[in-house]
C-alpha cells in the first residue's frame, strides 16, 4: 500500500460547540440559551412531529423556567428553502431575538443559521449573504436540540438552503455557523422513519469519505478515526433501521453524525465534497432527499475517480480497514471496497442510480443541465482527485444512470 511519502497538511481545528449528550437533556435547553446570553428566543422547527411528540413543549417549558421570551418559525422542510429563513428574519428582527433555537434535524439548524445572519444583518439580501455577493460580519448565536442523525449541522461550520424561485441550491461555509451548544437525546430519534433514517446514515459516512478520499496528503491519525467511524455506522446502521428504539445503537450513530461533519476527520487532510455538488443539483432540481442524492452519484463518482493514480492506494486502504479486504492488488482491493459499499447503501434501502431515485429517464440536455449547475456553469472544477469540469461531470451522471 502506497502513501508513505504523503506529508500531513497544516490545519487548524476549531470545534467550539458544546455538546450535552444523554437521555432527557432536551429539558436543559433554557439553561443552555441562558448560559450563552439569550434573552429573546426565537425557536426554529420542522413539522408537526416536534408538538406531537411533546418535544417542543418540553423544550418551551424549559426556556419559561428560565425566565426566557420566546417565539416559534414552525415549517421547515427537507432542503430547507430560502423563503422561510426570510420569513424567520423578519420574525427575528419584529421581536428583537437575541438567540435562534433549532428544533430538529439539520434543516432545521441550517434555518436557524440562516435567520442568526439575516437577522443580525437586516439590511442586506439573505440570499446576497449567503451567496457572498455580502460579506458576513457578525450573526446572532445559535443552539440546536437534534432530533435527526444524519446532517452533522450541529457541529459543523456549514449550512444549506434552497432557493426556489431560481432552483438553486448553495451551501455556505464560516465560523458563524457553529452552533453555541447542540443537545443531543438519542431517544429522540426513535421514532423516525426508516428511510429517513438511511438517509442519514448514508449522509453521515458521505461526510467522512468525502473527506476521506485525498490524494496529496498523510495523516494516520485522522485515518484512524475515519475509518473506525465508518466501521461503526456500518456496525450500527442496520441496528437502528430493524429497532429505532435500540438506545445504544441510535447513541453510536447520533455521535457519529456529529463527528463525521465537525471538521475532525479532516484535519490534516482536507476535504473535497464534490459529490455533495452532485447531489446538490439533483436535490434543487428534482427535491429528492440529501442522503438518497448521494448514495445514487456515490458508486459512479467512485468508479470514475479511484484508478487515478494518486488516489487508487486510499481506495485500496479504504476496503481494507473498512471492509476488512485483504486480498489481492489495490486495483482489485479498491473495486472490490467500492462495490461493498454501495451494496450496503442498497441494504439501507438507499437508492444507487438515478433510475432508483425516481429519476428514470433523464434526457441528456437535463444532465448536462445538471452538471452546469454543480460546476456554477462550468466556472469551478470539482474534486482534488481528478479535476471535475462539466463535461466530466457530465459523464458521471451518465454513468450513475
Not at 428583537?96 to 437577522?119: E, M, P, R
Not at 485525498?214 to 494516520?220: A, D
Not at 463525521?260 to 452532485?278: I, P, Y
Request: charged letters at 25%; aromatic letters at 8%; a negative charge.
Amino acid at each position: 500500500m502506497q502513501g508513505g511519502n504523503k506529508k500531513m497538511d497544516q490545519f487548524i481545528q476549531y470545534t467550539p460547540t458544546e455538546v450535552v449528550f444523554g437521555k432527557e437533556t432536551e429539558n436543559q435547553a433554557g439553561a443552555e440559551v441562558k448560559k450563552w446570553g439569550g434573552t429573546k428566543v426565537l425557536v426554529v422547527y420542522g413539522g408537526g412531529s416536534a408538538k406531537r411528540s411533546g418535544l417542543l413543549e418540553r423544550v418551551e417549558a424549559s426556556l419559561a423556567k428560565e425566565g426566557l421570551a420566546f417565539e416559534e418559525l414552525g415549517g421547515v422542510k427537507p432542503n430547507p428553502r430560502l423563503a422561510l429563513a426570510e420569513e424567520g428574519v423578519k420574525k427575528a428582527v419584529e421581536m428583537q431575538a437575541d438567540f435562534i433555537l433549532a428544533v430538529g434535524g439539520g434543516s432545521s439548524i441550517d434555518t436557524a443559521k440562516a435567520v442568526a445572519h439575516g437577522a443580525a444583518n437586516p439590511a442586506e439580501a439573505l440570499w446576497d449573504i449567503w451567496t457572498k455577493k455580502v460579506p458576513l460580519t457578525k450573526s446572532l448565536p445559535v443552539g440546536a436540540v437534534l432530533t435527526i442523525p444524519a446532517a452533522g449541522s450541529e457541529m459543523s461550520d456549514s449550512a444549506v438552503l434552497t432557493n426556489e424561485a431560481i432552483g438553486k441550491k448553495a451551501g455556505i461555509n464560516m465560523p458563524f455557523n457553529r452552533c453555541k451548544f447542540a443537545i443531543m437525546n438519542p431517544e429522540l430519534a426513535a421514532t423516525l422513519p426508516k428511510y429517513q433514517i438511511a438517509c442519514g446514515v448514508t449522509d453521515i459516512m458521505m461526510h467522512t469519505m468525502e473527506r476521506y478520499f485525498i490524494p496529496e496528503s498523510q495523516c494516520e491519525m485522522t485515518d484512524e478515526i475515519a475509518e473506525g467511524l465508518l466501521r461503526t455506522v456500518i456496525k450500527n446502521g442496520p441496528k437502528v433501521l430493524e429497532n429505532p428504539s435500540d438506545y445504544n445503537a441510535m447513541a453510536e450513530i447520533m455521535w457519529c453524525g456529529s463527528l463525521s461533519h465537525n471538521g475532525l476527520t479532516e484535519c490534516g487532510r482536507g476535504k473535497d465534497f464534490s459529490v455533495h455538488k452532485f447531489g446538490h443539483a439533483l436535490s434543487a432540481k428534482y427535491d429528492v432527499a440529501h442522503g438518497a442524492s448521494l448514495a445514487a452519484v456515490w458508486g459512479a463518482w467512485a468508479k470514475y475517480q479511484y484508478d487515478e493514480e494518486t488516489v487508487l492506494w486510499r481506495f485500496a486502504r479504504f476496503a481494507e480497514k473498512v471492509w476488512g479486504i485483504t486480498e489481492g492488488s489495490d486495483h482489485k482491493r479498491a473495486t472490490e471496497g467500492i462495490e461493498r459499499t454501495v451494496a450496503f447503501f442498497h441494504s439501507l434501502g438507499m437508492p444507487t442510480s438515478l433510475h432508483e431515485l425516481d429519476i428514470p429517464n433523464p434526457s441528456d440536455e437535463d444532465l448536462r443541465a445538471l452538471s452546469m449547475d454543480a460546476t456554477q456553469q462550468d466556472t469551478v472544477k470539482l474534486s482534488r482527485i481528478r479535476k471535475l469540469g462539466a463535461q466530466e461531470v457530465y459523464e458521471i451522471y451518465q454513468m450513475a444512470r
